[in-house]
């Protein structure tokens, strides 16, 4: 039986997860407090008791360690390892012998979040060994039936908003507060409105275009775009931004990749629209002279490239993982948990247009098993359904003195 823990929450997604999480750990007998950073946070915490950080980023290690000495705090649990505000408390916690559990959203999706102790992504504990994967994999139980539930996105837009919209207060309540994220709410939002409507607009064009790729069984090979804002680019590669991907990927694409084939660059569903990438993929493809060779899409059925294409080039999106369950040769141009000899290519990009080669299909089952047993929970962050599911995976797994994956290690 594990022994009665006192959690401290840092900042969670925007939602009412966090809220709904503290619930369930108190009614297990655990004592649980906050820190809100700004507005939203407390928003979302509904008015309860909480400490709220209004000082500088320079001092709040100093302000993490009172806490954790006059609260008594064993764990801490936070959403996302790079955010500014959570790095000094996953550092000075691992120093002091503090436990850090860090959510995610799900290394598989759409039916699972990521929960790991001390890092995930590239700060993941999973081993890079793929005789550990088909080891583990081999010894682990059938995995039990996902439960799946609806999201609608404009669940997760009205939550967003509401966040955000708190902010307003922030010059006054939390006036040394700096978001993480590298645009503003209002410009974010501002993209949205001109983006969305849009796609309508490109969907029958994109559809004809897979479509047509499909029928003429015409060599293609897939990018799909990732957010530049996310830590996976800004924190965890080396591009400072897609247009950087874009411009490595049409480069290499132009000199090695065969003469007949094509390449499709697909946008991520929730990009903004501000980065202008059909202008960028024009300027590349006939700078580099392949301007009859690129498409871009905004929308389409990505499964459907994905099981058709010759390969797929991420930076380290899920969307790999996606590739290689779909048995589609895989490039990752970082360090993704799923980049291991067996399921991706393993040499350069240049050598991969033409000696790609699909991945081990029973490794990834052995890998695909072992990291939702080991880091995954059934649920989501956003909707009543999905909230309920991932609080209720996720309490026995904090409370517990191993973690799935120490259990394995």
Same mark, same amino acid.
């Given at each position: 039986?594990?022994?009665?823990?006192?959690?401290?929450?840092?900042?969670?997604?925007?939602?009412?997860?966090?809220?709904?999480l503290?619930?369930?750990?108190?009614?297990?007998g655990h004592?649980?407090?906050?820190?809100?950073?700004?507005a939203g946070?407390?928003?979302?915490?509904?008015?309860?008791?909480?400490? =709220?950080?209004?000082?500088?980023?320079?001092?709040?290690?100093?302000?993490?360690?009172?806490?954790?000495?006059?609260?008594?705090?064993?764990?801490?649990?936070?959403?996302?390892?790079?955010?500014?505000?959570?790095?000094?408390?996953?550092?000075?916690?691992?120093?002091?012998?503090?436990?850090?559990?860090?959510?995610?959203?799900?290394?598989?999706?759409?039916?699972?979040?990521?929960?790991?102790?001390?890092?995930? =992504?590239?700060?993941?504990?999973?081993?890079?060994?793929?005789n550990?994967?088909?080891?583990?994999?081999?010894?682990?139980?059938?995995?039990?039936?996902?439960?799946?539930?609806?999201?609608?996105?404009?669940?997760?837009?009205?939550?967003?908003?509401a966040?955000?919209?708190?902010?307003?207060?922030?010059?006054?309540?939390?006036?040394?507060y700096?978001?993480?994220?590298?645009?503003?709410?209002?410009?974010?939002?501002?993209?949205?409105?001109?983006?969305?409507?849009?796609?309508?607009?490109?969907?029958?064009r994109?559809?004809?275009?897979?479509?047509?790729?499909?029928?003429?069984?015409?060599?293609?090979?897939?990018?799909?775009?990732?957010?530049?804002?996310?830590?996976?680019?800004?924190?965890?590669?080396?591009?400072?931004?897609?247009?950087?991907?874009?411009?490595?990927?049409?480069?290499?694409f132009?000199?090695?990749?065969p003469?007949?084939?094509?390449?499709?660059?697909?946008n991520h569903?929730?990009?903004?629209?501000?980065?202008?990438?059909?202008?960028?993929?024009r300027?590349?493809?006939?700078?580099?002279?392949?301007?009859?060779?690129?498409?871009?899409?905004?929308? *389409? =059925?990505?499964?459907?490239?994905?099981?058709?294409?010759?390969g797929?080039?991420?930076?380290?999106?899920?969307?790999?993982?996606?590739?290689?369950?779909?048995n589609?040769?895989?490039?990752?141009?970082?360090?993704?948990?799923y980049?291991?000899? *067996?399921?991706?290519?393993?040499?350069?990009?240049?050598?991969?247009?033409?000696?790609?080669t699909?991945?081990?299909?029973?490794?990834?089952?052995?890998?695909?098993?072992?990291?939702?047993?080991?880091?995954?929970?059934?649920?989501?962050?956003?909707?009543?359904?999905?909230?309920?599911?991932?609080?209720?995976?996720?309490?026995?797994?904090?409370?517990?003195?191993?973690?799935?994956?120490?259990?394995?290690l």
């Amino acid at each position: 039986m594990s022994r009665v823990r006192s959690f401290l929450l840092l900042q969670g997604v925007c939602s009412p997860f966090f809220l709904r999480l503290a619930d369930g750990l108190k009614a297990d007998g655990h004592q649980v407090h906050k820190i809100n950073f700004n507005a939203g946070d407390w928003l979302y915490w509904g008015g309860r008791s909480a400490s =709220n950080y209004r000082g500088r980023l320079a001092d709040l290690q100093d302000f993490l360690d009172q806490k954790y000495r006059t609260l008594g705090i064993t764990d801490q649990v936070l959403f996302g390892d790079c955010r500014p505000v959570h790095r000094p408390a996953v550092a000075h916690g691992q120093a002091l012998g503090i436990r850090t559990h860090v959510f995610e959203e799900g290394y598989f999706r759409p039916h699972w979040v990521t929960l790991e102790r001390d890092g995930v =992504n590239t700060h993941s504990l999973l081993p890079r060994d793929p005789n550990w994967f088909a080891d583990v994999g081999r010894r682990l139980p059938a995995p039990a039936p996902v439960q799946p539930f609806v999201s609608p996105f404009r669940i997760r837009a009205m939550h967003d908003i509401a966040y955000h919209s708190a902010g307003f207060w922030n010059p006054v309540a939390f006036p040394r507060y700096r978001t993480h994220a590298p645009v503003s709410a209002a410009t974010e939002y501002a993209g949205y409105a001109r983006r969305l409507p849009m796609l309508r607009y490109h969907a029958p064009r994109d559809d004809a275009l897979i479509q047509g790729l499909l029928r003429d069984a015409t060599p293609f090979y897939v990018l799909p775009l990732q957010l530049g804002s996310d830590a996976q680019i800004r924190e965890h590669s080396m591009f400072n931004d897609m247009a950087e991907v874009i411009e490595y990927v049409l480069a290499s694409f132009a000199r090695h990749a065969p003469a007949q084939s094509r390449l499709v660059i697909k946008n991520h569903p929730l990009d903004i629209g501000l980065d202008q990438h059909a202008r960028t993929i024009r300027g590349l493809a006939a700078h580099y002279d392949v301007a009859g060779r690129v498409d871009y899409i905004e929308t *389409g =059925n990505l499964d459907a490239l994905l099981s058709h294409a010759r390969g797929t080039v991420t930076v380290n999106s899920t969307v790999g993982a996606s590739s290689l369950g779909l048995n589609c040769p895989t490039l990752a141009l970082s360090n993704p948990i799923y980049h291991l000899p *067996g399921l991706t290519f393993q040499g350069t990009l240049d050598d991969f247009w033409r000696n790609g080669t699909p991945p081990d299909a029973a490794l990834f089952t052995h890998f695909r098993n072992t990291v939702i047993h080991t880091t995954q929970v059934n649920g989501g962050f956003y909707c009543r359904d999905g909230i309920a599911l991932a609080v209720a995976g996720s309490r026995r797994l904090l409370a517990a003195e191993r973690s799935p994956l120490e259990e394995w290690l």
